[in-house]
């Protein structure tokens, strides 16, 4: 894609409008609908349908506290505004009208901020980065006529709501968290199979179940030639869960987003695959919600001063999920690891310092590091590439000084090394590589849940 295309696509299609949104009940099952299109002066309106459900999982003893949806209307509303950040993308117009709800200037700079950031790798990746900036890529208008809906919600809040993924991440905050097991409620969004099996090692069989059903008509917009890239997805998973966790009367939201996050993609620029994991995103979402949604509802990553590298070392003590737990997203439709991609390489390179080349293979089918097929993905990891993989992985130095670990155990014990272990040591000179700095305190971690990860360190 070129910036010529969106200069020609965004002059066709000038104006999203998030036009309304509805919430239905049945029985136990809620489900919310938005309403979008995109709009141009001699152009078809081209109009978007999307829904997001909740339902509890074999919770016979709970019920989603659907009676207070009148208090969250301002929660429904935001979800259906990040929502619209799929349907958005495909022309990236300068207006971005909200004709069902109003917000106000510092919401306006808030949600500026949350999309060109969010949409950052898709800017970069479409050759957009030259002349958008986060003031100018969207604006935010407003029907006035409607009035603000935006209040503090003091609402009677305890224990925890767990997302659960389906990587090693989310495992070690589920084993972390296991001694307050009657306070927590796990939670999956569209799930793979790899979370609920992970769920169900964990010892639970009770999650608020979450979905988000994509209306088939931006996947036809797509190989058309609009544009198309990654989006925020956890800032979406982040405002669905608030909601979650409110219908569900959790307080704690415990995610698993680690320090790596917070490291640039394009090195040397703010563009950055993982923006809306990092602890800059974190903060921002936390005082968001708490400012404009609900008090006292607190969205943090238990996680977050650890490394990738720290998160591999805990997680490779937990033996019952290595045969279950997966973060390919190839293989995701499969419950698989692809074996040939930069997430595949990435945890198999990760995991290498703290366990056996044959419990490795049990699960990836083969000693990835072995394959020279993947020099060019695995050059973008340790960082003498432009650019970092699109993906969630960790930082470059942390790659490096798994690396090095990985030769000093194979001279140790007189073993061949892999042709990309060959191919490292050609290039980074292993005197040069230190170990990441260890753990570090974020104020945003409760000090309960700070000191029990300080417990297991």
Known sequence: MSLEQYHRLSAEYDKFVY?????????????????????????????????????????LDAQLNLEQLNKLDALIFSIGLIEGINYYKSVCPKSYVIACGTIDVEQNKWWQKLFYHGLGELIYLNGMSEEVTESNLVHFTCDHKWPSIFEEMDLDLSGNLIPVGGGKDSVVTLELLKGMKEDNLCFV????????????????????????????????MNDA???NGHVPFSAILGFIAV????????????????RSANES???????????????????????????????????FSLLRPLYEIDIAERFAKHEAYHEVFRSCNRGKKDNSWCGHCSKCLFVYTILAPYMSEEALIRIFGYNLLDNIDLEPIFLELIGVKEVKPFECV???????WSMKRIIEELEEKSKPKPSLVKAFEQIIPLDTINPPSKFEEEKDIPDHYLGLLEEKL
Do not use: W
């Not at 909601?243 to 680690?258: D, F, M, Q, T, W």
């Not at 993609?265 to 974190?282: C, D, M, P, R, W």
């Open 19 to 59: 036009e309304n949104y509805q919430v239905e009940t049945i029985d136990q099952k809620l489900m919310l609908n938005f309403q979008y299109r995109l709009e141009g002066d001699n152009q078809t309106p081209i109009t978007f349908f999307h829904r997001v459900s909740y339902e509890l999982i074999h919770a």
């Open 189 to 220: 969004m569209s799930p793979p199979q790899a979370a609920i099996d992970c769920i169900h090692v964990a010892g639970y069989e009770n999650y608020l179940l979450a979905k988000r059903y994509i209306d088939k008509k931006i996947l036809k």
């Open 225 to 227: 030639g609009f544009l």
């Open 243 to 258: 909601l979650g966790a409110a219908l569900v009367g959790k307080r704690y939201i415990p995610l698993s987003n680690e």
């Open 265 to 299: 993609t394009v090195l040397g620029a703010s563009f950055n695959h993982q923006y809306s994991k990092s602890y800059e995103f974190e903060k921002d979402f936390n005082e968001y919600v708490n400012r404009y949604l609900i008090r006292d509802m607190h969205y």
């Open 394 to 400: 960790g930082t470059i130095d942390e790659i490096r």
